[in-house]
């Protein structure tokens, strides 16, 4: 049955094809539609924005609304009475509001154990590119499935080497809170916690129900205007640091990725061969890294 829905923004300066037809899509929102509205999932009670900030939604532009459903027997006839009823005012308020979602990709999850920890960081150095003055966290809310236990998120301000943190703990599906980030250089941490013991095999990272997120989404205000609100690890490495070209284990990644053009392409090719995700590290492929 429906588990979640998502509405996303489509940004307008980027290029989508328009269409009023449901299709299948792999529950990840498209390029162009990054910018989260609102969502729901089940168990979720009643929203309310804060008195001084909204969601601004206009007249103009285009939605994405995406539905996650599970139906594990393919069994026909079941309905759902499952949704959503959004509120909204003509009369502006005065802070548009955001959210910013914290993330972690690719990870595993092994069998048999009672607690398993993946954590995320969106380091000081990337925040400080996004959060170009005070803003009021208000609402956070988590996404797992179902081998998730307990969720968090701290946000720690460091100024002189010390260090100010606000925690937000989520057990249940979300929790209101309200404190401020007034300082800019603050480093974004997340940790999520499963149990595993009903499982046999390892359970990977992916959207579908049967797999593992780990997902946090912070609702605040004034909305900021950075390029990129998307703070994401893959596995161990935050994406941001690539963006801005930040040494990622001692190694610039887009250094290395433009010597690349100007490398014996027949050996990037074999490397690529022999060193796919699927494949074991071969000796050879140990040597092509060598040689690359």
């Given at each position: 049955m429906i588990c979640q829905c998502l509405i996303v923004a489509l940004d307008p300066r980027r290029q989508f094809n328009r269409t009023d037809i449901a299709y299948l899509c792999n529950g990840i929102p498209t390029t162009p539609c990054q910018?989260?509205?609102?969502?729901?999932?089940?168990?979720?009670?009643?929203?309310?924005?804060?008195?001084?900030?909204?969601?601004?939604?206009?007249?103009k532009g285009f939605r994405q609304v995406i539905v996650a459903y599970y139906n594990s027997t393919h069994r026909q006839g079941y309905?759902?009475?499952?949704?959503?009823?959004?509120?909204?005012?003509?009369?502006?308020?005065?802070?548009?509001?955001?959210?910013?979602?914290?993330?972690?990709?690719?990870?595993?999850?092994?069998?048999?154990?009672?607690?398993?920890?993946v954590v995320s960081t969106c380091p000081g150095y990337c925040t400080v590119l996004q959060v170009a003055s005070p803003i009021y966290i208000v609402l956070g809310m988590n996404h797992m499935h179902r081998l998730g236990r307990k969720q968090r998120i701290e946000s720690i301000e460091v100024e002189n080497c010390s260090k100010q943190s606000q925690m937000i703990l989520i057990i249940k599906l979300f929790i209101h809170i309200t404190f401020a980030i007034a300082r800019r250089h603050v480093e974004?941490?997340?940790?999520?916690?499963?149990?595993?013991?009903?499982?046999?095999?390892?359970?990977?990272?992916?959207?579908?129900?049967?797999?593992?997120?780990?997902?946090?989404?912070?609702?605040?205000?004034?909305?900021?205007?950075?390029?990129?609100?998307?703070?994401?690890?893959?596995?161990?490495?935050?994406?941001?640091?690539?963006?801005?070209?930040?040494?990622?284990?001692?190694?610039?990644?887009?250094?290395?990725?433009?010597?690349?053009?100007?490398?014996?392409?027949?050996?990037?090719?074999?490397?690529?061969?022999?060193?796919?995700?699927?494949?074991?590290?071969?000796?050879?492929?140990?040597?092509?890294?060598?040689?690359?």
């Amino acid at each position: 049955m429906i588990c979640q829905c998502l509405i996303v923004a489509l940004d307008p300066r980027r290029q989508f094809n328009r269409t009023d037809i449901a299709y299948l899509c792999n529950g990840i929102p498209t390029t162009p539609c990054q910018e989260i509205i609102t969502g729901y999932t089940a168990g979720v009670p009643q929203t309310c924005m804060p008195a001084e900030a909204g969601v601004r939604i206009g007249i103009k532009g285009f939605r994405q609304v995406i539905v996650a459903y599970y139906n594990s027997t393919h069994r026909q006839g079941y309905t759902d009475s499952s949704g959503m009823t959004l509120y909204y005012t003509t009369k502006l308020r005065r802070f548009d509001a955001g959210v910013s979602p914290l993330e972690v990709t690719h990870f595993s999850v092994p069998p048999g154990r009672e607690s398993y920890e993946v954590v995320s960081t969106c380091p000081g150095y990337c925040t400080v590119l996004q959060v170009a003055s005070p803003i009021y966290i208000v609402l956070g809310m988590n996404h797992m499935h179902r081998l998730g236990r307990k969720q968090r998120i701290e946000s720690i301000e460091v100024e002189n080497c010390s260090k100010q943190s606000q925690m937000i703990l989520i057990i249940k599906l979300f929790i209101h809170i309200t404190f401020a980030i007034a300082r800019r250089h603050v480093e974004d941490d997340q940790s999520c916690e499963y149990n595993s013991t009903s499982e046999n095999d390892t359970v990977e990272w992916d959207v579908s129900w049967r797999e593992e997120m780990c997902k946090g989404l912070l609702l605040y205000y004034p909305k900021q205007t950075w390029p990129s609100h998307h703070c994401q690890n893959y596995r161990s490495v935050p994406l941001c640091e690539i963006m801005i070209d930040a040494p990622v284990f001692g190694c610039h990644f887009r250094s290395f990725i433009s010597n690349l053009a100007t490398t014996n392409l027949s050996l990037v090719d074999t490397v690529i061969r022999n060193c796919r995700q699927d494949k074991s590290c071969s000796p050879l492929c140990l040597r092509m890294i060598g040689k690359v």
